[in-house]
């Protein structure tokens, strides 16, 4: 059932989602988000997945950060040392930040840009109705803007903020990002697959692109299309059976 009736909301409404609190703004809170919220669907395989991935001193890369949600989450684990929050939107950035400070976030440095090492000095983004549509592609969904969004080196980020985990969720653009990058710092990379957006040859070109910089898919950590790829070293275990 489609929950719609909720949509009118006062400035300070917010719903709890995972312990996160949401501001419930009507230009980002679309109805659909707000069904998945209340389903307890949105994020989900992330928000269950996060506790089990992160390691001591963890750095982490959040691509594709969105209204700040995971990024919030990813700050309270007492592991995490840093977040750097990377979103395309623009229009999420004011949001993002009210939604870091009603939940008391501190260790999140918020960056608006589009990632990759090429020499443009921007790129477009097509916004959608449902921020999680927008993406770098103007297909399949429909979208009712564009707008220019500076790019940043992911190599250099990398290395400036000696990254050691991955967060990724670009809607599509997961299939060239990590083509040619330096992630010699990098030891997991956790990402969403969106076949809806890049067809299976997509989702084949992330595994192959990441298995030939020695990472492999983790069925631990992974469930459906949300990834765990871990980079593998001649120190590598057999794990412990578990049923």
Known sequence: MAHTAALDFSPEDCLEVAGVSVPLDPNVITPAIHEAMLDGAFEAEESAQI??????????????????????????????????????????????????????????????????????????????????????????NPYYATVEVPTLGLDRLLAEERVSLVVCDVEGAETFLFHGADLSGVDRIFVELHDHVTGLSGVGRIFSTLAQMGFVYDPRHSTGSVVLFQKVGSEDIVRPYRA
């Open 51 to 140: 506790p089990r991935i992160v390691r001591p001193g963890d750095r982490v890369l959040e691509i594709g950060a969105g209204i700040g949600f995971i990024s919030t989450l990813l700050s309270r684990e007492e592991r995490v040392e840093a977040v750097i929050a990377v979103e395309a939107n623009p229009m999420l950035m004011g949001y993002m930040a009210r939604l870091h400070e009603k939940n008391g976030v501190s260790k999140v440095r918020r960056l608006n840009a589009v990632l990759g090492n090429g020499l443009e000095t921007s790129a477009t983004f097509y916004l959608r109705r449902d921020f999680w549509m927008g993406s770098l592609m103007p297909r399949p």
